[in-house]
T-cell receptor, first 114, second 115 residues
Framework: GESVGLHLPTLSVQEGDNSIINCAYS??????FIWYKQESGKGPQFIID?????DKRQGQRVTVLLNKTVKHLSLQIAATQPGDSAVYFC?????????????FGKGTLLTVNP | KAGVTQTPRYLIKTRGQQVTLSCSPI?????VSWYQQTPGQGLQFLFE???????NKGNFPGRFSGRQFSNSRSEMNVSTLELGDSALYLCASKLLESRMGETQYFGPGTRLLVL
């Protein structure tokens, strides 16, 4: 398959462990944050999002934490499975009607070892 | 429901040429956005189209342009190709224009190599 992350931070975990992927964002005016998963040869896939008026949001096996004080976002994956192996991106969005700006992080390559 | 489709999947061009990429959004989706993905810069927003009008634009030179048709299909064009334009070009669609909390769905991308 294709590799789109030749210069990415990497995280390697054992199957069944919990994974934590971190992301620092730059703009305190960002009001919406999204995590995407990108498997080799595919486009990014939405995982979970969070608005800036929240500090935690949970999905199925995933939790996103937002710390606006230090402008930090994390994605926690519980009981990581081999199918979770992918590149994970965070994205920040600043609203403003149609003139929003969506900025993506460089991504983290997660490898799950069986 | 079929997902976002992009054609071609792979393309090789030489410097100075121009290229047109095509994107068909999910049926019923009216917003189409384009992104460039490279190992060095990651995912970067190019532009968004809604109802045949460009609604938002990223920081790319004028060589990068696009359009949207009445059936919501979109094309992007890159003229006078440079080596640095080699990238994966991704298209994403969503139902409406630029709303928070609305999920956008990505296509598999077109891999462009400029020689």
């Amino acid at each position: 398959g294709e590799s789109v992350g030749l210069h990415l931070p990497t995280l390697s975990v054992q199957e069944g462990d919990n994974s934590i992927i971190n992301c620092a964002y730059s703009n305190s005016a960002s009001d919406y944050f999204i995590w995407y998963k990108q498997e080799s040869g595919k486009g990014p896939q939405f995982i979970i999002d969070i608005r800036s008026n929240m500090d935690k949001r949970q999905g199925q096996r995933v939790t996103v934490l937002l710390n606006k004080t230090v402008k930090h976002l994390s994605l926690q994956i519980a009981a990581t499975q081999p199918g979770d192996s992918a590149v994970y991106f965070c994205a920040e969005k600043r609203s403003g009607g149609s003139n929003y700006k969506l900025t993506f992080g460089k991504g983290t390559l997660l490898t799950v070892n069986p | 429901k079929a997902g976002v489709t992009q054609t071609p999947r792979y393309l090789i061009k030489t410097r100075g040429q121009q290229v047109t990429l095509s994107c068909s959004p999910i049926s019923g989706h009216r917003s189409v956005s384009w992104y460039q993905q490279t190992p060095g810069q990651g995912l970067q927003f190019l532009f968004e189209y809604f109802s045949e009008t460009q609604r938002n634009k990223g920081n790319f030179p004028g060589r990068f342009s696009g359009r949207q048709f009445s059936n919501s299909r979109s094309e992007m064009n890159v003229s006078t190709l440079e080596l640095g334009d080699s990238a994966l070009y991704l298209c994403a669609s969503k139902l409406l224009e630029s709303r928070m909390g609305e999920t956008q769905y990505f296509g598999p991308g077109t891999r462009l190599l400029v020689l």
